[in-house]
């Protein structure tokens, strides 16, 4: 495996921009025959942008969280699917950057440039909430670890090189082990079916028993032990992904009234694009948008803020401008993409044409973590100062 090392943050934009182009082309089609996007995932390989977050003295770009944040804004205007699946890899490079040691971060970040891909295998059903992790890594006698457990929504674990999966060991602490994709005992099964973001492959993990050894297993527990950004970090790229839909869809709602829609009879105008009642409407889901785009670079401003000098406080204020932009951006994709229809007319509805992707594409993302939950914190750290708690989800 080979890929393309990215010097700087102006060439993964430039590349981010270039294959989100690319990918714009077939992602209907993809969408309508759930065309599992392999191919596109080579070339997002191939390209380096899966490695811009290697630090610089291991080789990468170490890009900022801006950058990072853009990047996964301009891939998911054009595919929000193909913009998902990565969205837990560079979740997982953190982890490693973070609690990796020496040797491990030499080991996977060779990997990552070399274009590995990390998928994910965390959430599970049928459990109390999303952080009871029943899946467990018992120590061996030698020093490695059986891993047992059912993974489920486990998005880009299909199409990985490595399988990063959360469990406890027998202390209860929360771990990360690093599997590789054809470890004996590993079964990923294509059983997805969402009804938006169909191409995510986002299935079931299996474990029996997977052995895994001592340095492929990391210490999660131990990031959220003092001020931290992983949880920063991963919603910002969520809200990135939910902002990327609704600017996808405003441009196919204009696109599709400039070229398709006719003029309501009683405007007197001659095409639809004249309208002054679709102009307005047009006016104030732009609004809405960039609103979304503004939040979303302050956001990633307060994280490489903090990143820069890493403090309780500077970790509080990145989160909470992280959930800001996170709500915003929430509703601004269902609401954009659901707009188009009203802007674009009766036909817009036809099934064969699939614009409706881009509203299943945002209810589905927008389902990951609620948003009322984002504007409880917000609510306690404006009103009573009440710093966030440190987790993943926030």
Known sequence: MAAHIIADDAEALAVAASLAEEFRTDASVRDIERRLPRAELDRL??????????????G???????????????????????????????????????????????????????????????????????????TRLELRPDGSYDLTGVKHYSTGA??????????????????????????????????????????TASGTVRLESVRVPADRVLPHHLTFQGP???GAVAQLLHAAIDTGIAAGALTEAALFVRTKSRPWFESGVDTAAEDPLLIQQFGELAVQVRASEALLG?????????????????AAE????????????????????GALFEVSGTRSALNSLNLHRHWRDARTHTLHDPVRWKIQHIGRY???????PRHGLL
């Open 228 to 230: 931290q950004l992983h």
């Open 382 to 388: 404006v009103l009573n100062d009440t710093r966030p």
């Open 318 to 337: 990145a989160s909470i401008s992280v959930a800001t932009a996170k709500v915003v951006a929430a509703r601004t994709a269902v609401e954009v993409a």
């Open 298 to 314: 302050d956001a990633a401003r307060a994280v490489d803020a903090a990143h820069a000098d890493l403090t309780d406080e500077t």
């Open 60 to 134: 990468g770009a170490d890009v900022s969280a801006r950058t990072l944040s853009e990047i996964f804004r301009l891939l998911a205007a054009a595919d929000a699917s193909l913009a998902q699946i990565p969205q837990s890899h560079f979740a997982y490079v953190n982890v490693i950057r973070r609690q990796g040691t020496e040797e491990q971060r030499k080991f996977f970040f060779a990997e990552l440039l070399s274009g590995a891909r990390l998928g994910n295998a965390q959430s599970e059903a049928g459990t109390k909430h999303v952080q009871d992790i029943r």
């Open 158 to 199: 299909l199409f990985a090189h490595w399988i990063p999966v959360l469990a406890r060991t027998d202390d209860d602490a929360l771990h990360v082990a690093y599997v590789p994709h054809d470890a004996p005992g590993l079964t990923v099964v294509d059983d997805w079916d969402g009804l938006g973001q169909r191409t």
């Open 45 to 58: 390989s191939a390209s380096g942008l899966l490695a811009v977050t290697v630090p610089a003295e291991h």
